[in-house]
């Protein structure tokens, strides 16, 4: 499954991500992040908690569940 970032400028291999997680250190936001490998980490989407990253986060588990082959991050 591929995960189109939530600013249109990153897509992420979900098969091939080391992990992904919430981050709130990163700004003002809790942000969801991807391990990409080499140690570096992609930023997925900004969003206004942690528990709002959870629930994206849910998301992105259920759609790969269903096997489906893009999850695109929501802007809110």
Do not use: H, W
């Not at 600013?7 to 250190?25: H, P």
């Not at 900004?46 to 802007?75: F, G």
């Amino acid at each position: 499954m591929l995960i189109l970032s939530q600013d249109k400028e990153t897509i992420v291999n979900f098969e091939q991500a080391g992990q992904i997680y919430i981050d709130s250190s990163l700004c003002a936001k809790a942000s969801l992040c991807c391990d990409t490998g080499n140690l570096t980490t992609a930023v997925l989407g900004k969003y206004t908690d942690n528990r709002r990253c959870r629930e994206v986060l849910l998301d992105i588990l259920n759609a790969y569940v269903e096997k489906s082959p893009v999850y695109q991050m929501p802007d809110e």
